[in-house]
C-alpha cells in the first residue's frame, strides 16, 4: 500500500475540534487504510512498557524523540513503605525491568517509585505541564482520554502501539466518528463530574459511544473546573469511546501557565494564540449529537458489574422485565455477583470498603471535597478506607492545606500514591465477597481483587458512606 | 507476526456480553514483562476455583469443545483497559478468530497487531451459531478472510465481513503496523521540520 501525502479538505464545512488537531498531525494517509499519526506527548508505565522495549531491542532500534515520552510506576505499586524494597518478587521485578529500559534507552523523563513528580500517570501528567491543549497524546493505558479535558486527541493504546511509538513517534490510527454531548443549565450543589460521567454512561451503556471520539459541551461543562473536566473525560472510554475532549478556554489556560514543563514567556504568548482558535466551528457537523439536562442529575452509583450499571442513589436496580431478553443472562449473572436482586434498593445498604483516589477522582479537588464532608466526624468503626492520592504532589498539597489533620482526626490514614485499588495489582485488594464504595472507573468482576464487589461512585457518596457505613445521600 | 488466509475450526461458544479485559485476564496475572504464559491465566476468574483447581462447568473446562480455534462471545467483547495482554491471553490459549457481533475499539487493534483476527457478525446470525454450536458441538465454522466471509459449514450459511483493505493486507501478508512505520521514516523527520508547532 502507497503512502499518500495528506492534503487539505476541499470543503469549506466547518470542523470540529477533533477535527482540528488531527488534520495538524496527519504525516501520510494509507490508502484505503488508517492515518499515520504524530504523537506530541507519550506517557508510558511499567505494566504495559516491557514487552515494547523488548520489541526494540529484537528489532535493534532506539527511541526516536526520548524528551516526548514520560514514564511513571504507578500501577504495580505498593501504597505503604515505598522507600523499601517491593515485597513482591514478581512486581519487583517488574519494576526494576522499568528502570533499565529507562537507562538503557536514555530516557531523561523517569519518575520511579519515590520520585517527587512519581505518581499515577494521568494525574502527573497535566500537573507538571506534560499535557498541553492541541496535543496528541497516547499511553498504554485506557484511561488515556483524561487528558483531553485540556482540547488534546488522547486515548490508550495497546503494547504494540507504544512500540510503533518509541520507536517513530508515530502511530497508525484510523480516524474515528465525532460525537457532541452537551449539558445543560447548572449541575445541582453535591452534584459532581463524577456523578454527570456515570448518569452519562448509564444512558450511553458501555459500548454506546465505541468507535467515537466525543467532545463535551455546554453550560454545565464550562463550568467544570479543570479536575472536574479530567475526571468526566477519564469516564469517556467506559461508554467505550476512543476518547473524549473539551475546547480549551480560559479555565484550562489559567491551570496550564505556570507549570513546569509548559510553555514560557514567548513561546506561551505564541501557543495562546494557537489554542485560542481550538474550538468547534459554529457550522462544524458532528455524527451524532446528544444532550442532557445537568439539573436532573443527582448522586450516583453502580449496582452492577459494568460502568453502563449505574444510577441515582434514590433508584431501585432495574426488574428483570425491564432488561431487554439478550441481556438478561449477563444481568442476572451480574446481581448474582454483587449479591443484589432486581428491584432492589440501595439506600441503607452497609459496605465494608472505601477507596478514595485514582486517575479518575486521586485529586487535590477530590481530597478536599472528602475532607470537607467527613470533618468533624468519624469514620464508621466497621468500615476499612484506603486514602490513595493520585501523585506526591497531591499527597504534598493535602498535608500543606491541613486536610491532612482533619483527615486523621476523623480516624483516616493517608497512604503513598499510586493507582493501588482501583485494579488491584499491589496488595489493596478487596476480599471477596465484601462491598466496597470505590471512586475508581471500573467495577467489573474481580476488579478490586477476586470476588470483591465494587458499586462506583464520586468522592462525596464516598465520604458519606466512609462516615455512615452505609450508602446514604452525602 | 503469523500469516492469516482461511480457517475451518469448532467453536468455543461464551454466550456472555460485555466481556471486559479484566475476565480475560486479570491485573493480578499482568506482571510479567514478556508475551508468553497468559494462555494459562485466560478466563482466570471463570476458570479456576480458589484453590486453582479447574471450575467444572465453566465452557473451557468442558472436553466438548477443546482445541476449537474460534471464540464465540456475545456483543461488545474486550471492554475496558487497553492491556495487550488479553490478546496474547487469546492467542496464547490457541485461538486464531474471535467472532462477535460488537467489539470493543483497543481490544480489536490490539488483536489484529496479533494475528487475532475478530469477526463482526450480525446478532442474528450470531444468535443462529451460539443456538447451532449449543445443540451440535462438532459444529464448524470456516473464516475466508481473502473472501471475507464467516460459512457456518453445518448448514453453509454464510456472512460477509468487514475488516479494513489495509488490515487485511497485514494479515495476509504477515505484516506489522511497525514495519509500515518504519518504512516512512523520512516523512515522519518531514513533518516534524515543517509542522507549525501544533
Keep these: 500500500m502507497k503512502p499518500t501525502q495528506q492534503t487539505k479538505p476541499l470543503s469549506t464545512q466547518g470542523k470540529t475540534l477533533f477535527d482540528k488537531i488531527w488534520d495538524a498531525h496527519v504525516v501520510s494517509s494509507v490508502e484505503n487504510g488508517p492515518t499515520q499519526l504524530y ?222 514543563f509548559a510553555p514560557k514567556g514567548e513561546e506561551w504568548e505564541r501557543k495562546l494564540a494557537y489554542w485560542r482558535t481550538l474550538k468547534s466551528d459554529d457550522d462544524a457537523v458532528f455524527d451524532k449529537e446528544l444532550r442532557f439536562d445537568a439539573a436532573r442529575i443527582s448522586p450516583m452509583i453502580t449496582y452492577g458489574t459494568n460502568p453502563g450499571m449505574g444510577m441515582s442513589i434514590y433508584e431501585s436496580i432495574p426488574a428483570l422485565e425491564d432488561v431487554d431478553e439478550a441481556g438478561r443472562i449477563s444481568f442476572k449473572k451480574s446481581l448474582d455477583y454483587m449479591g443484589f436482586r432486581p428491584g432492589e434498593k440501595l439506600l441503607g445498604k452497609p459496605i465494608d470498603y472505601v477507596f478514595l483516589g485514582s486517575c479518575t477522582n486521586g485529586r487535590i479537588e477530590d481530597f478536599r471535597l472528602f475532607a470537607n464532608y467527613v470533618k468533624g466526624k468519624k469514620k464508621a468503626s466497621a468500615v476499612t478506607a484506603w486514602l490513595v492520592p493520585g501523585s506526591w504532589k497531591v499527597r504534598k498539597q493535602i498535608e500543606e492545606e491541613g486536610l491532612l489533620d482533619i483527615l486523621t482526626e476523623a480516624g483516616f490514614e493517608l497512604r503513598q500514591p499510586g493507582c493501588s485499588a482501583c485494579l488491584a495489582m499491589n496488595d489493596d485488594k478487596v476480599p471477596a465477597g465484601k462491598y466496597a464504595v470505590s471512586t475508581s472507573n471500573r467495577n467489573f468482576e474481580g476488579r478490586q481483587g477476586p470476588g470483591a464487589r465494587t458499586i462506583l461512585a464520586g468522592p462525596l457518596v464516598a465520604a458519606a458512606a466512609a462516615v455512615s457505613g452505609v450508602i446514604c445521600e452525602p | 507476526m503469523e500469516k492469516f488466509s482461511t480457517l475451518t475450526s469448532t467453536v468455543l461458544p461464551l454466550p456472555i456480553e460485555n466481556v471486559d479485559t479484566d475476565q480475560i485476564i486479570p491485573a493480578r496475572f499482568l506482571k510479567a514483562t514478556d508475551k508468553k504464559g497468559f494462555g494459562n491465566n485466560l478466563f482466570a476468574d471463570w476458570r479456576y476455583n480458589n484453590d486453582g483447581s479447574p471450575k467444572k462447568d465453566f465452557v473451557l473446562n468442558t472436553p466438548l469443545y477443546a482445541g476449537s480455534k474460534i471464540l464465540l462471545a456475545g456483543k461488545n467483547f474486550g471492554s475496558g483497559s487497553s492491556r495487550e495482554h488479553a490478546a ?92 509500515y512505520l518504519l518504512s516512512r521514516k523520512e516523512l515522519i523527520e518531514q513533518y516534524e521540520k515543517e509542522r507549525f508547532k501544533y
Design chain 1, 39 to 260: 504523537i506530541d506527548r507519550h506517557f508510558c508505565h511499567e505494566v504495559t512498557s516491557p514487552q515494547a522495549f523488548n520489541g526494540l531491542r529484537a528489532r535493534g532500534l532506539r527511541v526516536l524523540r526520548p524528551d516526548q515520552t514520560t514514564m511513571t510506576a504507578d500501577h504495580n505499586t505498593p501504597t505503604l513503605h515505598q522507600d523499601k524494597p517491593v515485597k513482591d518478587p514478581v512486581s519487583r521485578h517488574q519494576l526494576d525491568t522499568f528502570a533499565q529500559n529507562a537507562s538503557d534507552f536514555s530516557m531523561p523523563l523517569f519518575y520511579p517509585l519515590g520520585h517527587e513528580k512519581n505518581g499515577v500517570v494521568h494525574i502527573i501528567g497535566p500537573e507538571n505541564g506534560f499535557t498541553q491543549p492541541g496535543m496528541t497524546i497516547v499511553c498504554g493505558d485506557s484511561h488515556t482520554s483524561t487528558h483531553g479535558a485540556f482540547g488534546a486527541i488522547a486515548f490508550g493504546i495497546g503494547t504494540s502501539e507504544v512500540e510503533m511509538v518509541l520507536a517513530t513517534q508515530c502511530i497508525l490510527q484510523s480516524r474515528p466518528k465525532t460525537m457532541r454531548i452537551t449539558f445543560d443549565g447548572k449541575l445541582r450543589p453535591g452534584v459532581t463530574s463524577k456523578d454527570l460521567a456515570l448518569y452519562m454512561i448509564a444512558e450511553l451503556t458501555t459500548g454506546g459511544a465505541t468507535g467515537y471520539f466525543v467532545e463535551y459541551a455546554g453550560e454545565a461543562i464550562r463550568k467544570l473546573s479543570m479536575e472536574a473536566r479530567m475526571t468526566l473525560c477519564n469516564l469517556s472510554i467506559e461508554m467505550g469511546a476512543r476518547g473524549g475532549m473539551i475546547a480549551p478556554d480560559e479555565t484550562t489556560f489559567a491551570y496550564v501557565k505556570g507549570r513546569e
Design chain 2, 88 to 179: 496474547w491471553a487469546i492467542v496464547g490459549y490457541g485461538f486464531k478468530v474471535v467472532v462477535s457481533s460488537f467489539f470493543a475499539d483497543i481490544f480489536k487493534n490490539n488483536a489484529l497487531n496479533n494475528g487475532l483476527l475478530p469477526v463482526v457478525i450480525s446478532p442474528a446470525f450470531l444468535a443462529e451459531i451460539f443456538a447451532a454450536v449449543s445443540k451440535n458441538p462438532q459444529t464448524t465454522l470456516t473464516v475466508n478472510l481473502q473472501e471475507q466471509t464467516l460459512t457456518n459449514n453445518l448448514d453453509g450459511k454464510s456472512e460477509l465481513f468487514e475488516i479494513n483493505p489495509y488490515k487485511k493486507d497485514c494479515l495476509l501478508r504477515g505484516l506489522d503496523d511497525i514495519d
